[in-house]
């Protein structure tokens, strides 16, 4: 499953590549890719478990940018 992810207040571009880095390393992810300029997440994972690695992403986002949110 593919899904585009809305993030909010995502201040860095190294902040968004630490981002993708983390949680193309969650078991399951197939690819991921943070854009800072638009300020969105695309996720394509295991569908069976695509709803947790995305609680994962948003955890990880959370982790390395406090301020930032990934909006599921």
């Known amino acids: 499953m593919k899904k585009i992810f809305k993030l909010t207040d995502l201040d860095c571009a190294h902040c968004a590549q630490k981002m993708e880095d ?3 390393k969650l078991d399951g992810v197939q690819s991921v890719t943070v854009n ?9 994972a295991e ?3 695509f709803d947790e690695i995305a609680r ?3 955890s990880i986002c959370r982790r ?5 949110t990934l909006h599921l």
Do not use: Y
Not at 36 to 44: I, V
């Open 22 to 24: 983390a949680i193309r």
């Open 36 to 44: 800072f300029l638009s300020q969105k997440l695309t996720l394509e």
């Open 47 to 49: 569908d069976a478990r």
């Open 56 to 58: 994962q992403a948003a």
């Open 64 to 68: 390395v940018e406090p301020d930032c």
